[in-house]
């Protein structure tokens, strides 16, 4: 059996989960089976969390992107493959990630071209990050080296995709596509709300039609690690059980909101600029039931974008954030607003079972092809 396997990337924040769940709800009514490959530095993913609620078969890579990860890819891949023989495979490498056509397509394609089919490689972006990268709105930025990986990414995209394109008013719409499209030329440039479900279908169409015509980066590794290093890592796992009677009940929506911003709060007094912020909460035993919170930049809101239909009487909790920051940082504000809106707002209890906070090690792709 042959797979058509997709690989959408961009940068933390993008959108990329909200999109890829909603192009595997069009593949699922079109007939066609799906197979999702999660992937990160760390363990305990939300995405993968959002995927399993809404009942695709997800496979998950931890400990490493793709590149590096190459044949856990390939054992992912052939584990749906086996379990669900998917028509389609929507992977979405880690957001801090590039080079990926040198170092994932066409490895895949070249040793594997037998089971898989490669579709051009699209790359997600947030308008206002986008906007903020291309000069073209004067707020707070990162810092040059992670602003490299962001800029190479776009470079080897085949297929660039505005997302949230319901934040920006048709000049700004305009300005931002005729800056991607002079500085990325060779990019078919796509505009679409992954929320809303605007213009999806257009991108969706392509993709299960195109075939792929690579070209790979030219790239400085050891400034691609310089900018990954850059980036702190959060992964956290917690139980959150009621209060003193076991039949005390709480709202997991705004806990999920109060305490996303509680973190948010107390990254930006550390001067930390966060790439993505984004929690769920699921009763415990029931990963079906799915609550689920998004902050994607500096002074932004936090958005819900699951929420869950009933009072918990207890949850578990699913901490992602990545941004520019020390590792410690990102810990101490966690374990800080976990206290604060959970013990002392709520007068709940609860168990941290797993954490762990980082700064990505150096890249070593498994493979590396170049286009000559």
Not at 117 to 133: G, N
Not at 180 to 204: D, H, I, M, N, Y
Not at 246 to 269: P, Q, T, V, Y
Request: aromatic share 6%; with cysteine; hydrophobic share 40%.
């Amino acid at each position: 059996m042959v797979s058509r396997y997709l690989m959408i990337g961009g940068f933390l924040g993008a959108g990329k989960t909200t999109l890829i769940q909603r192009f595997a709800h069009y593949l699922d009514e079109k007939g066609l089976r799906v197979g999702l490959i999660t992937n990160d530095q760390g363990a305990g993913l939300v995405d993968s969390a959002i995927g399993r609620s809404n009942r695709f078969p997800v496979e998950e890579i931890p400990g490493g992107c793709f590149c590096c990860r190459f044949q856990s890819l390939v054992e992912a891949a052939e584990n749906l493959t086996e379990a669900t023989r998917p028509d389609v495979l929507l992977a979405e490498p880690v957001g801090s990630c590039t080079d990926l056509v040198a170092t994932v397509s066409l490895p895949l394609q070249s040793i594997y071209g037998d089971s898989y089919v490669v579709a051009p490689l699209s790359v997600l972006v947030d308008p206002i990050r986008a906007a903020q990268v291309l000069g073209i709105r004067e707020d707070k930025r990162f810092s040059e080296n992670v602003l490299y990986i962001y800029r190479k990414q776009l470079e080897e995209a085949e297929f660039i995709v505005v997302n949230k394109v319901d934040l920006l008013n048709d000049d700004q719409q305009q300005e931002l596509v005729s800056a991607l499209e002079k500085e990325f030329p060779r990019a078919q440039v796509f505009v679409l709300s992954a929320r809303e479900g605007t213009g999806c279908e257009a991108w969706f169409d392509a993709l299960l039609a195109s075939d792929t015509d690579p070209t790979t980066l030219e790239i400085d590794y050891e400034r691609y690690a310089e900018g990954e290093a850059l980036l702190g890592w959060l992964n956290a796992v917690v139980e959150i059980e009621g209060g003193e009677s076991s039949d005390e009940e709480f709202d997991g929506n705004a806990l999920l909101s109060d305490l996303a911003r509680a973190i948010k709060d107390k990254l930006e007094e550390e001067g930390a600029e966060i790439a993505h912020l984004k929690m769920t909460l699921t009763p415990l035993g029931d990963p079906y039931e799915l609550g689920a919170v998004n902050l994607v930049r500096g002074g932004a809101e936090p958005e819900l974008s699951h929420r869950l239909y009933e009072p918990l009487e207890d949850g578990e909790l699913l901490v992602n954030i990545r941004a520019e920051a020390d590792p410690d940082t990102l810990e101490s504000a966690t374990t800080r607003a976990l206290a604060s809106e959970i013990i002392q707002v709520r007068s709940l209890s609860y168990r941290v079972t797993h954490i762990e906070h980082f700064r990505p090690g150096k890249p070593v792709p498994t493979h590396r092809m170049v286009i000559s």
